[in-house]
């Protein structure tokens, strides 16, 4: 699911980020490699970041986009609140954000999930799935100009 909104400037450096609550670190160095397999330079701030040093390292290297990765099942609850915090800074109101992964323990309600946190602020939203990978990379071509290499 998409939002519409503005290109944000394009510096090509994506910020990868779990949440606070998720410890998992194999889901961003994926999402490292493919977004560097489509030119980007690619920050990885790893497993369990909070809330602000995301949004310290953001305003510092004010990139292209902010990816943002959920394994635990709470992609939902935690995203609602780092998105607001983000998109509060007017540095960062344009700036391309993303979310994917598990937006909750169960995927039954994904589809309201990904309208909230759509509404919440983010750009894009690519919920657990078989899917989830070809959609963002379909994000990636539609969004942005593939960065020379």
Known sequence: MERACDDARHSGVVIVSSLASDAHTWNLVYLQLLLEEHGFQVVNLGACVPDELLVAECLDRAPAMVVISSVNGHGYQDGLRVVGQLRR??????TRMVIGGKLGISGARDGLRADQLLDAGFDAVF???PDAVPEFERYLSHVFERVAS
Request: aromatic share 0%; hydrophobic share 35%; proline share 22%.
């Open 89 to 94: 800074r007017p540095a960062l109101a344009r």
């Open 127 to 129: 919920p657990d799935g």
